[in-house]
Each structure stands twice: as structure tokens, then as C-alpha cells.
Antibody, heavy 119, light 109 residues
Framework: EVQLVESGGGLVHPGGSLRLSCAAS????????MNWVRQAPGKGLEWVSY????????YYADSVRGRFTFSRDNAKNSLYLQMSSLRAEDTAVYYC????????????WGRGILVTVSS | EIVLTQSPATLSLSPGEGATLSCRAS??????LAWYQQKPGQAPRLLIY???NRATGIPARFSGSGSGTDFTLTISSLEPEDFGVYYC???????????FGQGTKLEIK
């Protein structure tokens, strides 16, 4: 069974930093592209970032480019999202999501982790 | 940037009725269109990929259609567990990105 478990969320002040992690199991992690998707309270879904299976290529949404860094450690079956210069509008539940074989859709999702940016 | 617009914003129906949800793209996305269901407090669940292919374990009452800019998710006969928010999603190769529609809330009438 595919499992994705996010951790590292919490309350952070504006301008601060936070690192999210996602632990993957139940599949061959190094074969799959991965993503982060977020959802502000009461709002819709917003794609945040994508990483290739090897970690060699990463794409970001305009809203986070230059502030967030997405990486992975295939030896540890883990993803990391380093978030800096955080703003109130970054407050959201952050989901890690595994792409399907095509990379075009989000086939499996974690339960999500809440990040709150507030003074 | 491709914008997805879903309609209606809210759909109020009774169990047993059929539901039709729409998603329109601001430019062609070919068949790179997926649908997700989300219930309160839960992560989204993939329903349809490639515009018309049901994901693993999704009941046959869910079907997707369309290509280019206009897409439809049809639920043939609503079950109580089908109520929630439905999102469409597209992938584009330049700039490399994904986007979601704003969602359609399917509620019990």
C-alpha cells in the first residue's frame, strides 16, 4: 500500500523558515516523480512544486519560486520542502503527492500537514 | 498560464439523481485533464485521468469526457458518499506546471 506521511508543519512568524518532510513507503520511491500541493483554509488546491524521479529537475509555482526549495533523498525514501521568507498567504495544508507513471496527475496523496504563518 | 474554470460552483442534488460537472480550460489542454474528489478533512482522491480514464478502484458511475478546452465529469446515480468538492486539474509542458479549477461543491439537497 502506498503511504505518504508529511511532517514538520507548525506555526512560524512572517519572514521565517520551515522545512517539511514527506516519508514514502509501499512503492519504489526512486521510480516516481513527486509533488507538493497546498490548500489554504477554506480554499481550493494549488500546485506548489514538482521534482523528477532522480531529483535532477525541479519546477515551482510562481508564488513560491525563489523562496521554496524542493529536494529528495532516494536512499531515505523522503522528500523535503525548505520554505523561507514565509508570508501569511503561505498558510495552508501542504500535501505531498505521487505522480502516476505519466507524471501528469497526482495519483496518491498524503494526509497533509498544516503550516500557519502568523505573528 | 492555463486557467481552468469549473461550473457550477455548487450543485445541490439528491441521492439517485445524476450529476454533471463542467471544466473549461482557457486554452487547449488536449486530454491532459484529471478530476479529483475531496471530502472535508481528507486529501483529494484521483477519480479520472486522461480526461476519460477511471483511476483504480473508482466506481463505474463516474465517467469523464471531453478534449481540448471543454470537459465533463458525470456521476450517473449519486450515492451518499459522492458528496464533496470536485476539482479538475491540468498539466502543461510550457511553462512546466499544473493547475486546478476552483472546485464544484456537490451537496445533498
Amino acid at each position: 500500500e502506498v503511504q505518504l506521511v508529511e511532517s514538520g508543519g507548525g506555526l512560524v512568524h512572517p519572514g521565517g523558515s520551515l522545512r517539511l518532510s514527506c516519508a514514502a513507503s509501499g512503492f519504489t520511491f526512486s521510480n516516481y516523480e513527486m509533488n507538493w500541493v497546498r490548500q489554504a483554509p477554506g480554499k481550493g488546491l494549488e500546485w506548489v512544486s514538482y521534482i523528477t524521479a532522480t531529483g535532477a529537475t525541479v519546477y515551482y509555482a510562481d508564488s513560491v519560486r525563489g523562496r521554496f526549495t524542493f529536494s529528495r533523498d532516494n536512499a531515505k525514501n523522503s522528500l523535503y520542502l525548505q520554505m523561507s521568507s514565509l508570508r501569511a498567504e503561505d498558510t495552508a495544508v501542504y500535501y505531498c503527492a505521487r505522480a502516476d507513471r505519466t507524471g501528469f496527475v497526482f495519483e496518491h496523496w498524503g494526509r497533509g500537514i498544516l503550516v500557519t504563518v502568523s505573528s | 498560464e492555463i486557467v481552468l474554470t469549473q461550473s457550477p460552483a455548487t450543485l445541490s442534488l439528491s441521492p439517485g439523481e445524476g450529476a454533471t460537472l463542467s471544466c473549461r480550460a482557457s486554452q487547449s489542454v488536449s486530454s491532459y485533464l484529471a478530476w479529483y474528489q475531496q471530502k472535508p478533512g481528507q486529501a483529494p482522491r484521483l477519480l479520472i485521468y486522461g480526461a476519460s480514464n477511471r483511476a483504480t478502484g473508482i466506481p463505474a458511475r463516474f465517467s469523464g469526457s471531453g478534449s481540448g478546452t471543454d470537459f465533463t465529469l458525470t456521476i450517473s446515480s449519486l450515492e451518499p458518499e459522492d458528496f464533496g468538492v470536485y476539482y479538475c486539474q491540468q498539466w502543461s509542458n510550457w511553462p512546466p506546471s499544473y493547475s486546478f479549477g476552483q472546485g464544484t461543491k456537490l451537496e445533498i439537497k
